[in-house]
């Protein structure tokens, strides 16, 4: 990961935080997600949707990423209850999700794994659909 400070949406700042607050996990690799995410929330610039960058890697944005090994087309970042690797939504626990996290379309970060980082590069972030999905789980929590 980058040491960049991101800017993230009051929505995101709010979810990412209770999220990271109440989910629990043992898995090393899962923990080291959990404290790096926190660690970009906890120096992101929290902005309203109408001040945020169009090109920002949000929660439900579909994204176009480059990476050594192949380029991933329409992942789409959701909150790990949301994951599912057969409809390409990519939870912002895993390690791809924590590095393509509020940094924007043209950006590079570091992805961690096991055996090593990797740079994963957003070739397109397509927020089209990002406000419909805030509305509608604003409805379903009231």
């Known amino acids: 990961m980058t040491n960049q400070n991101i800017s993230i ?3 995101d700042f709010e979810v990412l935080t ?3 607050a109440t989910f629990k996990v043992v ?3 899962l923990i080291k997600c959990q404290d ?3 660690e970009k ?3 992101a610039t929290v902005l309203k949707n109408e001040k945020l960058p169009e090109n920002l890697a949000q929660l439900n944005s579909i994204i176009t990423v480059g990476t050594s090994f192949g380029r991933k087309v329409g992942l789409e970042l959701v909150v790990p209850v949301e994951a599912d690797f057969y409809e390409r939504k990519l939870s ?3 390690p791809l999700g924590v590095a393509l996290f509020g940094i924007r379309e043209g950006e590079k970060s570091k992805w961690h794994f096991p055996e090593g980082d990797e740079w994963v590069r957003i070739e397109k972030v397509d ?3 990002l ?3 805030e509305e509608h789980s604003k409805t379903k929590s009231t």
């Open 9 to 11: 949406s009051e929505h």
């Open 18 to 20: 209770t999220l990271l």
């Open 27 to 29: 898995d090393p690799e």
């Open 36 to 38: 790096l995410l926190l």
């Open 41 to 43: 929330i906890k120096t």
């Open 92 to 94: 912002v626990l895993s």
């Open 127 to 129: 927020n089209s659909r």
């Open 131 to 133: 406000y419909l999905v």
